[in-house]
């Protein structure tokens, strides 16, 4: 797995390759991030199959559509947030000194959706944790013991909620109900920071862990 931290607010993607399928998919696509995974592909020579987007705010989807024209990648998104997707200028809240192209022809999953079926065959478990957007989700990779939170979770903290379809009790409830199931050694790797355990912000987190009730 290799990690890029990519564009103006340091937001992280995730990309994963298999040597056997030669297939590869991403987590995120920020501002900046085409370069990196371009590059990486080229050099283990694996095809982008699947493009998996945790929420669509700016910073995780600037790269998208690039990156989907360039590999033939299939984008899947929660349907809750495909209307930052395909109208992506209309919702920066702030001015950006670049443009973000709409993506198109997209996979929905829903609120009932529990696992995505990644275009090389195999497939990931899909956890609906609304809070820091109406369409949030996570990315549960059991076989490795790992979960793809976006900025649901955090190092010692979680996603923000005073932006357009945030709510923190709703964001809270998600990740003790959702997220903290998980088995303790879960390694949480977030949008933003460093990575984590689902057992130590069980614990710990400040905001969420489930003895701060």
Known sequence: ??????????????????????????????????????????????????????????????????????????????????????????????????????????VLMDAETRSVRLDSGGQLGVLFTPGHTEGGVCFVDAEAGRVFVGDTLFNGSVGRTDLPGGDMPTLINSIRTRLFPLPDHYVAWPGHGPETTIGAERRTNPFAALDAR
């Open 1 to 106: 797995m290799f990690c890029f931290e990519c564009g103006p607010v340091a937001t992280n993607c995730y990309l994963v390759g298999d040597d056997q399928t030669k297939t590869a998919y991403l987590v995120d696509a920020p501002h900046g991030a085409s370069e990196p995974v371009l590059r990486v592909l080229s050099e283990r020579g694996w095809r982008l199959a699947d493009i998996l987007l945790t929420h669509t705010h700016w910073d995780h989807t600037a790269d998208c559509a690039t990156l989907k024209r360039q590999t033939g990648a299939r984008v899947t998104v929660h349907e809750a947030d495909l209307y930052r997707l395909t109208d992506p200028m209309a919702h920066t809240i702030w001015p950006l000194p670049f443009d973000i192209e709409p993506v198109a022809d997209v």
